[in-house]
């Protein structure tokens, strides 16, 4: 069976090239299409060096705010993190508690059933 998927892949990796050939031959690429696509490179890269030059030209004490600013934005975030999480380890024991309280106050009653009111014949 994978002899018939490696040949069905070869038939069609070569329909593939034989049609790209014949797209060039019928539409080949104009000058007005390589210039194009030039101009398109040629924006992106100046984009590119542009905003590589913003940042280079920054002041190295906006560089260290930025870091700072970052820096305080992640402590702040743990100690939310930490908050919720002792919130939530908090009521944990806090229903904890109240289901043994609950099961020691069920088990009060039953216990006094068996010890004072038992059945004579």
Do not use: F
Not at 27 to 54: C, M, N, S
Request: net charge neutral; glycine share 8%.
């Amino acid at each position: 069976m994978s002899d018939n998927v490696s040949d069905a892949e070869a038939k069609l990796q070569g329909l593939a090239e034989r049609v790209r050939i014949g797209r060039e031959v019928l539409h080949p690429a104009t000058e007005r299409d390589y210039k194009t696509v030039q101009d398109l490179i040629r924006q992106q890269w100046q984009q590119k060096q542009d905003i590589e030059k913003a940042e280079a030209e920054k002041p190295q004490s906006t560089k260290v705010q930025e870091a700072e600013e970052l820096k305080q934005a992640k402590e702040k975030e743990k100690s939310k993190a930490q908050e919720s999480g002792k919130s939530a380890e908090k009521e944990g024991s806090q229903s904890k508690a109240k289901d043994q309280q609950g099961q020691s106050g069920s088990q009060n009653p039953s216990q006094g059933q068996s010890q004072g009111q038992g059945h004579s014949h």
